[in-house]
């Protein structure tokens, strides 16, 4: 039996992906499963093969690989990321849903989700705050610099965490600019609808869009080109 807020939670996530699907002019020819995440919900039962081992309070989770949102919250924030994450998905290349993680593909493409995702948040609820406070890469004045960064986070366990740091601050400031007139909807659809197919790309796509909307020491120099990212 469907439950009230299963049934609840589904029309509220649909209805955040057709805000979203108007405001960016988008006609999506999908739409994602969603269940609601409640103490008793086992994934085996829906016949998704998914071991959810973290814990989901107050949380949503979106599975690209099995086209599905998890949702233990009914917080439209929250939500709205998730649907953010959902419609990117469609544009992406099909190689990101099996990026080796710690690569440097992997890093960049989980900062432009994250950073695509976060405003899409707050195109839904522009009150929606970033948790992190800190700007990792603020200082770093190399391309060198923030690679060794990267993969010194990565052995202390706080990669997802500076990927989601970077995501957010990316993406609160594109909101920033869009608010103020400074980018319209048209740019973050430009990014949104990237393929980010070639080698190395979503890093440096990372790379650019820091250096257009964040700054920083190292990525107002505007010296990365993507051929220096193979040397790497
Ligand atoms: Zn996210």
Known sequence: MTSLLQKKLEEKTYEILFELEDEFDLDLKSLPEV????????????????????????TALFFPKYNVIFTATKDEGVLGEE??????HQFLHKRHIKEVPLS??????GVVREAIGFFCSKLIDPKRRSQYKKDNFLFKKSLEGV???IRYI???????????????LIGEKMYQGYLSGGIDI???????????????????????????????????????????????
């Open 104 to 109: 440097l593909e992997h890093f960049g493409m």
């Open 154 to 168: 990565a052995i202390m366990g706080e990669y997802e965490h500076l990927i989601h740091q970077q995501g957010y």
């Open 35 to 58: 269940y609601y995440v409640g103490r008793n919900f086992n994934p085996y039962e829906v016949g998704l093969p998914i071991r959810l081992d973290f814990s989901l309070k107050k």
């Open 186 to 232: 048209g740019d973050v659809k430009e990014v949104l609808q990237k393929p980010l197919k070639g080698k190395n790309e979503a890093f440096y796509e990372f790379i650019k869009l820091r250096q257009r909307f964040v700054g920083g020491k190292f990525f107002k120099q505007n010296l990365i080109k993507k051929k220096n990212l193979s040397k790497t």
């Open 83 to 88: 649907v953010g994450h959902f419609i990117h």
């Open 147 to 149: 690679l060794r960064h």
